[in-house]
């Protein structure tokens, strides 16, 4: 029963841990691409 517990709970532990990787690169990718469109409208 603990151990059925202890691996739910990782589990979950782990989808939290990649939603969150997922957000994080998702909102660096979107600096970068922000980024190189004021780059790209500022240079002439």
């Given at each position: 029963?603990?151990?059925?517990?202890?691996?739910v709970a990782?589990?979950?532990?782990?989808?939290?841990?990649?939603?969150?990787?997922?957000?994080?690169?998702?909102?660096?990718?979107?600096?970068?691409?922000?980024?190189?469109?004021?780059?790209?409208?500022?240079?002439?």
């Amino acid at each position: 029963m603990i151990g059925a517990t202890t691996i739910v709970a990782t589990n979950v532990v782990m989808m939290i841990a990649g939603m969150v990787d997922t957000i994080v690169v998702m909102i660096i990718s979107g600096m970068i691409g922000i980024g190189i469109g004021i780059v790209e409208t500022t240079d002439p």
